[in-house]
Nanobody, 115 residues
Framework: QVHVVESGGGSVQAGGSLRLSCAAS????????MGWYRQAPGKQRELVAV???????YYGNSVKGRFSIARGNAKNTVYLQMNSLEPEDTADYYC?????????WGPGTQVTVSS
């Protein structure tokens, strides 16, 4: 069982920034990818950003150029830097860890952007 813990959510005004953190309990050697997804009320969960074991990154169209995903010094930790936040970014943000082909999700962290 892989434990996934997110942190860094909160409330911010439009145009502001937040940084989310995600830590997985398992060693990086068997982690294929780590990523962030979000779900707003009444909407489906959508991709925000993913980083693979060989450091390729992928972003959802709505966050390209504003959000950035990167690994921490501890390779089983990733950060999501969110800049130029918009009210439409308001959602619960979830970290997903692909560990040996099985996905594990964190409990989520809430981000609220006010206009």
């Amino acid at each position: 069982q892989v434990h996934v813990v997110e942190s860094g959510g909160g409330s911010v005004q439009a145009g502001g920034s937040l940084r989310l953190s995600c830590a997985a309990s398992e060693d990086i050697d068997n982690i294929n990818a780590m990523g962030w997804y979000r779900q707003a009320p009444g909407k489906q969960r959508e991709l925000v950003a993913v980083i693979t074991s060989d450091d390729n990154t992928y972003y959802g169209n709505s966050v390209k150029g504003r959000f950035s995903i990167a690994r921490g010094n501890a390779k089983n930790t990733v950060y999501l830097q969110m800049n130029s936040l918009e009210p439409e970014d308001t959602a619960d943000y979830y970290c997903k860890v692909d560990y040996i082909g099985v996905n594990y999700w964190g409990p989520g962290t809430q981000v609220t952007v006010s206009s």
